[in-house]
């Protein structure tokens, strides 16, 4: 081979390898995986031992779920670092109108100073255990799909039980990995006193508000620290003053430098529900079904809301968490619609299913066992289609209204009290009640009698649209064919309103009856809550049929499509914790728009003069004014970096998961997706999936020159020059 040739080789092959090694992944890879990925080829620079080590100590032991999202231990000290969207609703709960810390800010000065996070746990991953053979061994032989579904859904639950430890604050549960294949017992440490240390004001953490929430270009200051209290001993106690910050077995290391595009990064999170290993008809059902039904439903409560406690500063304050959660799920909804539209992704999938069909066909052994898995599949899906309308509504009305919300759980109370404890759901049981109704306790307080009339004249209205499997017996039968609105309103307000189970005492009072005595009361709302709750128990034995027909189906369509792809099969994301790694990348999401991956203080001086979502503290001016960039400033950039965006496969549940650079330490804290990758729950593409964080250079900066919380980045290890 002559030289040019050689060099040639050479060139070719090292371009291969960066491909390769640059190849776009999708994966957010539970622990058990972690050990097939090449990380080093892909950049990363310590051992996978480092990141995940169940004899020594590593990365995910500095990693916490915190009330859903995640978290990292930065400090020897408990110190957590996650999002400000996490931890809004414990800042929302100790606000007060002449103490906003939602609005202004927080920093407590000194430990004593650090208030409670009211309702906050923190989860830290102690050890995992496969237990599928536990579990599917408890469904041989059962052929009964409802009580297939039912069975695998009680040996779960025991399991976890059966694991779990009181005493030394360990839960335990079980995951389903692979629906109807693959189960993992996970044990978690539970904290259960949290509180807060620094929180941005409203300006920093939710800058842009929801006009930039999943979007890029971004300039949010997503990230708030909180600290993990245990008692004197070391066990996990409620909130007492005299509880001591915990100890965290590891913490990470912060790299005060950041990133730069193009930089090899992974994340370790808690990712909740994708769903990409389903069938074309699970699509078709978000695309038709769910995602326009929620979407509309919940942008016209939000408007409601915001019109009915405009004029009043106390209830707008009271129902910010709950506007920020409905605005948070309508806009990814909507982007989800979008990209599914854009995508085509219902017709691709459906494609793919021809393609496995043939597959199927081309072998004999194959075409035995799978031959009518398509129209099994299609058979479940069409009731599940058929029903659609209805439990869409019914879990709606449970969530949105306070009067059916509190009615549900004052008959689903006396229908477990007649069960033994043991029988009982879980949040019903001797040992939970007390919890489960102090819950509700939000719903007393921040019950406006004109937003829960509305809903229901919207909701009752809708349900008469609704086609023919999806009726409303209840709706149906007060109401014969009169759809007048004036006919309903008079009705929700004379049935429901007027019985004023918002009142906590006549609330109390409704806990104390046997489901005879509900069913002899005289309580409009009670007779009609009872009257749907027959359906409901009807909806719920279809979808638990459904549930366990696909536990059967689904296994099976994931085999043969494993088969025909012929590579490895990544679980969907579901809540337990997953690696991810990738780069830092911009991408095209339009027709000739390139976004690049680095935006800075710049762009937030930019946007400030864009509308009151752009509000910026009146001190974040002066100091940019005054170039005061400190340690921070990006000579590249030009100012100091402030979102990043990368394309790590992420999804609700990773907000507040550490991004982490090639050497392990901490570079910035994810928040949230760009709009294209909303629908990343369903399908990941290196194009489209881009996610979203806060730089840690931007973090730092602030907690030290806006928050003047210099002691922080000390306890964090980062040196003040
Ligand atoms: N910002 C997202 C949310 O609030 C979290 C992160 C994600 O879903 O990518 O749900």
């Known amino acids: 081979m002559n030289k040019a040739l050689t060099l040639f080789s050479f060139i070719l092959f090292a371009t291969f390898s960066v491909l390769l090694a640059k190849a776009p992944e999708e994966g957010q890879y539970p622990l058990s995986e972690i050990k097939k990925l090449d990380l080093q080829k892909a950049g990363l620079l310590i051992s996978k031992d480092d990141i995940y080590n169940p004899n020594g100590i590593s990365l995910i032991d500095a990693l916490v779920n915190v009330n859903g999202c995640t978290g990292s231990f930065v400090s020897p000290d408990g110190l957590i670092i996650t999002n400000h969207h996490c931890a809004f609703a414990g800042v929302n709960a100790a606000s007060t109108p002449e103490h906003n810390y939602l609005e202004d800010g927080f920093l407590a000065e000194s430990r004593e100073k650090e208030i409670h996070a009211k309702d906050y746990i923190v989860k830290i991953t102690e050890s995992y255990k496969d237990v599928s053979d536990i579990i599917l061994k408890a469904v041989v032989g059962i052929d009964d799909l409802e009580e297939r579904s039912k069975i695998i859904s009680k040996k779960m639950e025991e399991l976890g ?21 693959s189960y993992v017992l996970f044990k978690y440490r ?75 990064t992974f994340i370790l999170g808690y990712p909740k529900r994708t769903f990409r290993n389903q069938p074309s008809q699970f699509i078709e059902y978000q695309y038709n079904y769910l995602l ?52 085509q992704l219902i017709k691709t999938k459906q ?3 021809k393609e496995i069909a043939k597959f199927i066909k081309s072998s004999p052994i194959l075409n035995e066992n799978y031959k009518t898995l398509f129209t ?41 009290k007649e069960k033994n404890n043991s029988e009982r759901e879980v949040s019903f049981k001797d040992e939970n009640i007390a919890k489960s109704i102090s819950k509700l306790d939000n719903t007393f307080k921040i019950s406006l009698e004109s937003i829960r009339k509305e809903l229901l004249i919207k909701m009752i209205s809708d349900a008469r649209m609704f086609s023919e499997s999806s009726r409303i017996d209840a709706i149906d039968n007060a109401f014969d064919n009169d759809t007048d609105k004036s006919t309903i309103s008079k009705f929700v307000e004379g049935s429901f309103i007027s019985a004023e189970i918002t009142n906590k005492e006549n609330f109390n009072k409704l806990l104390t009856l046997s489901l005879d005595e509900l069913k002899e009361l005289d309580n409009p709302l009670i007779k009609f809550a009872l009257e749907l709750n027959e359906q409901y128990k009807y909806l719920k034995s279809e979808n638990d049929k459904i549930k366990g027909a696909l536990s059967k189906l689904l296994p099976k369509f994931n085999e043969v499509k494993k088969e025909w792809k012929n590579r490895l099969f ?35 001086i930019e946007k400030s003069y864009l509308g009151s979502e752009y509000a910026i503290p009146a001190k974040l001016r002066e100091l940019y004014d005054a170039k005061d960039f400190g340690q921070f400033y990006n000579s590249k950039l030009k100012s100091i970096p402030v979102g990043i965006l990368y394309n790590m496969d992420t999804s609700g549940g990773n907000s507040g998961s550490p991004i982490l650079d090639a050497k392990g330490r901490l570079v910035g804290v994810n928040f949230d997706r760009a709009y294209e990758a909303t629908i990343n729950d369903f399908a990941w593409n290196d194009d489209y999936s881009r996610s979203i964080g806060v730089d840690i250079r931007y973090i730092l900066w602030i907690t030290q020159k806006l928050g003047g919380a210099d002691f922080l980045l000390k306890e964090m290890g980062v040196e003040i020059k």
Request: zero cysteines; glycine letters at 6%; charged letters at 30%.
């Open 351 to 353: 494609q793919e299913e």
């Open 570 to 604: 990544i679980p969907d994301a579901n809540g337990t914790l997953r690696l991810t790694y990738g780069y830092i990348k911009g991408y095209s999401p339009r027709d000739a728009v390139y976004s690049s991956p680095i935006t800075s203080l710049k762009g937030i």
């Open 190 to 264: 539970i904290i259960e006193d949290v509180r807060l240390v620094y929180v941005p004001p409203r300006t920093i953490g939710e800058f842009g508000g929801e006009r930039d929430n999943w979007m890029w270009p971004r300039h949010t200051g997503d990230f708030t620290f909180m600290r993990a209290y245990v008692a004197p001993d070391g066990s996990s106690a409620e909130y007492n003053k005299e509880n001591v910050p915990f100890k965290p077995k590891n913490h990470l290391e912060v790299n005060p430098n950041g990133v730069e595009e193009g930089d090899f």
């Open 376 to 416: 099994e599949i299609n058979d479940v899906y069409s009731e599940r289609l058929d029903l659609a309308e209805a439990n869409l509504w019914f879990s709606s009305l449970f969530r949105l209204s306070d009067d059916f919300k509190l009615a549900r759980f004052v008959i689903q109370n006396a229908e477990e």
């Open 161 to 181: 039980e059966k694991a779990s430890d009181k005493e030394n604050s360990i839960e335990a549960s079980v995951s389903e990995m692979f629906a109807g294949q």
């Open 292 to 343: 326009p039904y929620i979407s509309e439903l919940y942008e016209w409560t939000i408007n409601l809301i915001e019109a009915k406690t405009d004029e009043n500063d106390e209830m707008s304050l009271a129902y910010s968490t709950y506007i920020k959660r409905l605005s948070n799920v309508m806009k990814n909804y909507k982007g989800k619609i979008q990209g599914l539209r854009n995508t």
